[in-house]
T-cell receptor, first 116, second 114 residues
Framework: AQSVAQPEDQVNVAEGNPLTVKCTYSVSGNPYLFWYVQYPNRGLQFLLK??????LVKGSYGFEAEFNKSQTSFHLKKPSALVSDSALYFC??????????????FGKGTHLIIQP | KAGVTQTPRYLIKTRGQQVTLSCSPISGHRSVSWYQQTPGQGLQFLFE???????NKGNFPGRFSGRQFSNSRSEMNVSTLELGDSALYLCASSVTGDLTDTQYFGPGTRLTVL
């Protein structure tokens, strides 16, 4: 079975400061990891994904994420936060061993609030 | 390229009724997945269709069903609506539905069951 944990319901960051949104995962085989962002009353927008290769993945809007196999983590980061980054962020996983039977499994989401 | 579109955007139904939601994927995408989003349970996988065949199904009762047409458009149906079916229903499309394929989401259909 595949699962994702986002340990923080909310993260508050001052504009201009670096931000980190945490994600840990559990899979039987190899993980395929994704980050999405959701703005109010909207669907999910894809930010980035890790499939294989370089542990540091760069994505849209200046976001990046670091895959850490030993810590089973895939934290989302940005060097300098913008007020417009305020939104709900979801980490998701697919397990290669699962063959896609469970679709994407999402974490509960983290509200990111960037204070001016 | 146009994104994933979902219709209608909002629906209000009463208990016991049935409802059909529609999803048009991005042009060229052959896989469509459906998800239910609620405050309590978060985002949960309903089912996935590829080339008109249901390929995977989540842990939902048989009241939830879907289909995919030859043009890759998909519909999902919920029969005998319950209050707990109130949710945002999201459709996502991808090129092949492979495990590594990015899923692109539509804006969702907000279903309210009274």
């Amino acid at each position: 079975a595949q699962s994702v944990a986002q340990p923080e319901d909310q993260v508050n960051v001052a504009e201009g400061n670096p931000l980190t949104v945490k994600c840990t995962y559990s899979v039987s085989g190899n993980p395929y990891l994704f980050w999405y962002v959701q703005y109010p009353n909207r669907g999910l927008q894809f930010l980035l994904k890790y499939i294989t290769g370089d542990n540091l993945v760069k994505g849209s809007y200046g976001f990046e994420a670091e895959f850490n196999k030993s810590q089973t983590s895939f934290h989302l980061k940005k060097p300098s936060a913008l007020v417009s980054d305020s939104a709900l962020y979801f980490c998701a996983v697919r397990d290669k061993a699962g063959g896609g039977a469970d679709g994407l499994t999402f974490g509960k989401g983290t509200h990111l609030i960037i204070q001016p | 390229k146009a994104g994933v579109t979902q219709t209608p955007r909002y629906l209000i139904k009463t208990r016991g009724q049935q409802v059909t939601l529609s999803c048009s994927p991005i042009s060229g995408h052959r896989s469509v997945s459906w998800y239910q989003q609620t405050p309590g349970q978060g985002l949960q996988f309903l089912f996935e269709y590829f080339s008109e065949t249901q390929r995977n199904k989540g842990n939902f009762p048989g009241r939830f069903s879907g289909r995919q047409f030859s043009n890759s458009r998909s519909e999902m149906n919920v029969s005998t609506l319950e209050l707990g079916d109130s949710a945002l229903y999201l459709c996502a499309s991808s090129v092949t539905g492979d495990l590594t394929d990015t899923q692109y989401f539509g804006p969702g259909t907000r279903l309210t069951v009274l």
